[in-house]
Structure formats: structure tokens, C-alpha cells
């Protein structure tokens, strides 16, 4: 299975593909994650994302393009992957579709997890993360366990001056693939506004 998730700041994107790639057996692969384990490293490619990430802007594609397409480039993900959060610009997009032609495999499905604007701030201000497991909570809609209560951390992004920014980013720039993908019969439209497992019933519904 060879995947994309696609989605605004907080649809859900990291939350199902957790479900998802358990489920496939199968790579989760997060540019954003990628990008932050580099910036906590401090990295060269760190070094060059930290600032536009905080300040809610994408960071260059040929930063990111190199960094994704090397990744899937691994063994582990010859047997397919689930990609969130790339690509997310038109160039990205088709540097995608050159390096998996030139690979000789070819995408699964697409999956568009679609949250009204109005409703993504609450579900971005109030996310935390476990540093040592990595896992994901919110503080209102999956508050965490209480061993992990006193150790989660928020995103540096995810102050409502950011969000704003990302949200703006991606109705200018990621917006604009889905009728790239739409167009060659691969995108699945998912309404992600729901609880969590409904959205997981949902896509395993959209999948087939
Ligand atoms: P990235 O990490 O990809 O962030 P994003 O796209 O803004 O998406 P998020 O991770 O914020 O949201 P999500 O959809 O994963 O939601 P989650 O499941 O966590 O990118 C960060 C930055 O890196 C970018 O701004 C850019 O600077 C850079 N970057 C990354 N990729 C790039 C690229 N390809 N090109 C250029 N730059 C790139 O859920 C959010 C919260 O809601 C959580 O608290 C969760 O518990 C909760 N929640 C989840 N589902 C539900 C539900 N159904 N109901 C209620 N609450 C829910
Ligand atoms: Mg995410």
C-alpha cells in the first residue's frame, strides 16, 4: 500500500496514520516529523527549517523533496509507505510522481482528510506530545494517561499566530494538488470531523 494523507494543520493526519500503518504494516512517514527530529538534532537541514516552521511557513522544496524521496528510497518502504504531510506543493507533487516512476511502482490512494477551518484551532492549541513515546494527545478531546501528564510538550508551531500562517500556506499551496491527484483517479475524500475511530471506520470505508 502506497499512501498519501493530505489534510490542514490538525485534520487528523498523524492521528490515523498511526491506526493506519498498524493496521498495513507499513512506513509512517511524516515530513514534519522528519523536520523536527532534525531541528532537535540540529542539523544542518534543522537548522534551515526551524525558522520557517515557527513561523508557520513551509520550508523550501528542495530541502524537503531531497529529505522525503531519500527516505522512501530505504528498504523498509519498498513494500509500500504512508506519507503525511508530502507532498504539499505542486513541485513537490510531481517529484514525487518522477521518483516513483523511476522506481517503477506506482501510488495506491490519496486520502483528503477534510476538518472546516473554524474548527482546527481548538483541536492545534490544545494538542500535547509525549517526548519519550511520541505519541499524540489533547488536552479536551484525548487527554493523556497520567504517567505521561507531567512530561507532554507543545509544538513550537502550534501558537494561534502560526497557525494562522500554516493554515493560509495550506489553502495557497497544498490546496491546489488535490485536483492533481483527483484527476488521476487516486484522491478518497474523508470527513475527518468526528471522533477519531469514526474517522478510522471512515477511511477504512473510503479505501475499500
Ligand atoms: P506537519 O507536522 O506536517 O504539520 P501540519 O500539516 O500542520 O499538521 P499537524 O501535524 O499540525 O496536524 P495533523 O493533521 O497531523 O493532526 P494531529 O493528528 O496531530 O508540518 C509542520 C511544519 O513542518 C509545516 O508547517 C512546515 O513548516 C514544515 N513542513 C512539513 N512538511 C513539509 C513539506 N512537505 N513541505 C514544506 N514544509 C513542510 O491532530 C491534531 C490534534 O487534534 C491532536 O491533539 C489530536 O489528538 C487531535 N485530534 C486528532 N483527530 C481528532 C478528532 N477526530 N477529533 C478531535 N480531536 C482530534
Ligand atoms: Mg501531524
Not at 39 to 53: N, P, Q, R, S
Not at 66 to 92: A, C, W
Not at 171 to 187: C, M, N, Q, R, V
Request: net charge negative; no cysteine; charged share 25%.
Amino acid at each position: 500500500m502506497r499512501m498519501i494523507l493530505i489534510g490542514p494543520p490538525g485534520a487528523g493526519k498523524g492521528t490515523q496514520a498511526a491506526r493506519l500503518v498498524e493496521r498495513y504494516h507499513i512506513p509512517h512517514i511524516s515530513s514534519g516529523e522528519m523536520l523536527r527530529a532534525a531541528v532537535a538534532e540540529g542539523t544542518e537541514l534543522g537548522k534551515t527549517a526551524d525558522g520557517f516552521m515557527k513561523a508557520g511557513q513551509l520550508v523550501p522544496d528542495d530541502v524537503v523533496i531531497g529529505m522525503v524521496i531519500e527516505r522512501i528510497g530505504k528498504p523498509d518502504s519498498e513494500g509500500g509507505f504512508m506519507l503525511d504531510g508530502f507532498p504539499r506543493t505542486r513541485p513537490q507533487a510531481e517529484a514525487l510522481d518522477i521518483a516513483l516512476e523511476r522506481a517503477g511502482v506506482a501510488l495506491d490512494s490519496v486520502l483528503l482528510i477534510e476538518v472546516p477551518d473554524d474548527l482546527i484551532l481548538e483541536r492545534i492549541t490544545g494538542r500535547r506530545s509525549d517526548p519519550q513515546t511520541g505519541k499524540v494527545y489533547h488536552v479536551k478531546f484525548n487527554p493523556p494517561p497520567a504517567e505521561a501528564a507531567g512530561r507532554v510538550v507543545q509544538r513550537s508551531d502550534d501558537t494561534e499566530q502560526a497557525f494562522g500562517a500554516r493554515l493560509s500556506k495550506y489553502h495557497s499551496e497544498t490546496a491546489p494538488i488535490i485536483p492533481f491527484y483527483d484527476a488521476k483517479g487516486l484522491l478518497r475524500r474523508v470527513d475527518g470531523n468526528a471522533a477519531p475511530d469514526q474517522v478510522t471506520e471512515r477511511i477504512l470505508h473510503a479505501l475499500g
